[in-house]
């Protein structure tokens, strides 16, 4: 097992602004972070990435040659540094405009101005992604564990899969939506399902009530991944079988407590 600290992280920090920036630097020093390499816009950002890989990027959103989106899908499309961990600090607080980072598989997203403890939770969250750390069941192998997958995002499906891989979970099947997730159901026995709720076809809610009311594995666990924040709504969710809902981004330790309490306290 590897075992990382904050002092052992080597980050990126894309801010234009150098008021910003200073003042981010100051609070990841505090957390213990000294290795820290910054970039003014989107063009230099990603030249440094790609000359020498950072642990984790922690970028705001707008720059003078473009945005964090562009940055990411940047790295996201080079297949040698498209595992690396991606923060977004911003004002921003239209949820469409956010929907799509959080679909996007990064590992935070935190408000400006950020408190020490939502840059904590974060900087765990990247040091859990770092640092696997084999989740131990009493009433399974972890390694036995089958699960299935289900988000039209590929992006958010890669992220989950490497957060559960990191527990151990060695046995996945992906659907892009709801309608082949049901076909692969028909087909394959699973231990656990973790879907997202916003998809086309068939979302979440649907594909758990039909796992409960129509499906021969009606008694299998399901995670529901959501971005939805309306407190009816997620009401509505919860009565159609779902046995635990988390928050996108999709943080490591909050999965690995409800994995256990799914598998482990069924």
């Known amino acids: 097992m590897i075992s990382l600290s904050p002092s052992d992280l080597h980050i990126l920090l894309v801010e234009p602004s150098l008021t910003q920036r200073n003042f981010i630097i100051k609070e990841l020093k505090l957390e213990g972070i000294t290795h820290i390499d910054h970039a003014g816009n989107r063009t230099e950002a990603f030249d440094k ?3 020498n890989t950072p642990d984790l ?3 705001s959103l707008h720059f003078n040659d473009g945005n964090a989106l562009e940055l990411l899908n940047s790295i996201k499309k080079n297949d040698h540094i498209d595992d690396v961990p991606f923060m977004l600090i ?6 469409q405009s956010l929907e799509t980072f959080k679909q996007s ?3 935070a997203i935190l408000p400006k101005p950020f408190t020490r403890e ?7 969250a990247t040091l859990d992604i770092l640092s696997p750390q084999e989740l131990e069941l009493n009433f399974y192998d972890v390694h036995d564990i089958r699960v299935l997958i289900v988000d039209d995002s590929k992006l958010a499906r890669n992220h989950i899969r490497r957060v559960l891989t990191n527990l151990g979970i060695q046995h996945f099947h992906e659907a892009e939506d709801g309608l082949k997730a049901i076909s692969i159901l028909n087909e394959v026995m699973f231990d656990l399902i973790v879907t997202d709720y916003n998809m086309p076809e068939v979302n979440g809610q649907e594909l758990a009530e039909f796992i409960r009311n129509e499906s021969h594995q009606s008694h299998v666990p399901i995670l529901m991944v959501s971005s939805e ?3 009816t709504h997620l009401a509505n ?3 159609s079988g779902v046995n635990a809902m988390c928050d996108k981004p999709f943080e ?3 999965v690995k407590k409800l994995i256990y309490q799914l598998l482990d306290n069924h």
């Open 105 to 107: 598989g990064i590992i």
């Open 237 to 239: 969710i919860a009565q």
């Open 49 to 51: 990435v790609k000359l």
């Open 57 to 59: 990027v922690i970028s």
């Open 90 to 95: 911003s004002s921003e607080t239209r949820k």
């Open 118 to 124: 939502n840059l904590g939770k974060a900087i765990n």
């Open 252 to 254: 490591p330790q909050t």
């Open 229 to 231: 924040a309306n407190d």
